[in-house]
C-alpha cells in the first residue's frame, strides 16, 4: 500500500490542523494505522492509532484529549485532527500502515509501510 500524508502547515499555538493520509494499492480497510511524528533532534515517537473498523483508538499521552485519528475506508483516507497546538507538537508526521497487529500498535516496528510525512510547525 502507497501513503500520502498531506494538511501540514504553519499554525499559531491554540490553533488547529488536519492531517490527511490517503492510500492506495491494497485495501485499505485490512490495515490498523497510526500516526507517528519526528521533531527535530529527536526520535520518532507515536502519536495515535486506530483499528481496521476505526472502533478501537489509542493516544499517547502527549496528544491525548488535543488530537482525534479517525478513518473513511469508503475513501482509503486516515485522518489526525489536531486542537490546541503547542509548539512542542511541531515535527513531521507520518502516517503508516500495519498488516500484522490486532486493534492497533504505538510500536513502529509493527507497521509495515510509511508515508513520505507532511510538516506541521506550530509557532509561539
Known amino acids: 500500500v502507497q501513503l500520502q500524508a498531506s494538511g501540514g502547515g504553519l499554525v499559531q499555538a491554540g490553533g488547529s490542523l488536519r492531517l490527511s493520509c490517503a492510500a492506495s494499492g491494497r485495501t485499505f480497510s485490512t490495515y490498523v494505522m497510526g500516526w507517528f511524528r519526528q521533531a527535530p533532534g529527536k526520535e520518532r515517537e507515536f502519536a495515535a492509532t486506530?483499528?481496521?473498523?476505526?472502533?478501537?483508538?489509542s493516544y499517547a499521552d502527549s496528544v491525548k484529549g488535543r488530537f482525534t485519528i479517525s478513518r473513511d475506508n469508503a475513501k482509503s483516507t486516515l485522518y489526525l485532527q489536531m486542537h490546541s497546538l503547542k509548539p512542542e507538537d511541531t515535527a513531521l508526521y507520518y502516517c503508516?500502515?500495519?498488516?500484522?497487529?490486532?486493534?492497533?500498535?504505538?510500536?513502529?516496528?509493527?507497521?509495515?509501510?510509511w508515508g513520505p510525512g507532511t510538516k506541521v510547525t506550530v509557532s509561539s
Open positions: 486506530i483499528s481496521r473498523d476505526g472502533g478501537v483508538t
Open positions: 503508516a500502515a500495519g498488516a500484522t497487529p490486532l486493534y492497533g500498535s504505538s510500536l513502529s516496528r509493527n507497521y509495515d509501510y
